[in-house]
């Protein structure tokens, strides 16, 4: 049992490293060879946890969607809060991730747009990665209905409009190349303040 504990911090150790490895490099540039050396292994060792780097790359984010959903979780199962309260700090929480993520949203861009040059749908690809955190914004909109703190909303389009806003923060960090997310949370609470009864 130890040896599969040991085997999956390590796994979990190598995702988190090698994230800086492809941010610094960026996808194209970051090889097995320097990730490796960023984990202080060898390739043939960084060979037992991933088959190759595309493999490590979409572990990595996973791995920083999963600690994202994760800090959302803790802010919807907080009953002190209120559903505003609550979709107010989500906000704040995802936005601060992509003012934070800066330089991975730029890489995460390039790697998606040599995904399209070769065919693949990329908008399902991002889909499939943001559904869960999409429906986390969907049960807090629908507790604040029910709650009367907000309007009888069509959820799929409060949840749309939210999501919408969120892009733009991930549009201006990585292709306008800006650092302050300030006027994108001051548009969010705005839409939060619409949705209010």
Known sequence: MAIVVEHDKRKQEI???????????GYEDATFQKIADRCGITRTT?????KNKHEIFLGSIKELLSEMESALRIIIKN???SAEAA??????????ACERNKKLFSVLLNYLMQ????????????RRRVIRVRHLLSTIIIKGIQNH?????????????????MESTIFRIAVLNQ????????????????FKA
Do not use: C, H, P, W
């Open 115 to 126: 995904l399209r040059k070769s065919g693949v749908d990329t908008g399902e690809r991002v």
């Open 46 to 50: 960084l060979y037992i946890y991933f």
């Open 179 to 194: 650092d302050d997310v300030g006027d994108v949370k001051a548009a969010l609470n705005t839409t939060v303040d619409l």
């Open 149 to 165: 703190e907000f309007k009888d909303l069509n959820v799929k389009d409060a949840n749309e409009m939210l999501y919408a806003l």
């Open 79 to 81: 009953d002190t809060l």
């Open 15 to 25: 995702l988190q490293k090698s994230l800086d490895v492809f941010i610094e490099e």
């Open 87 to 96: 979709l107010r700090q989500i906000l704040e929480t995802l936005a601060d």
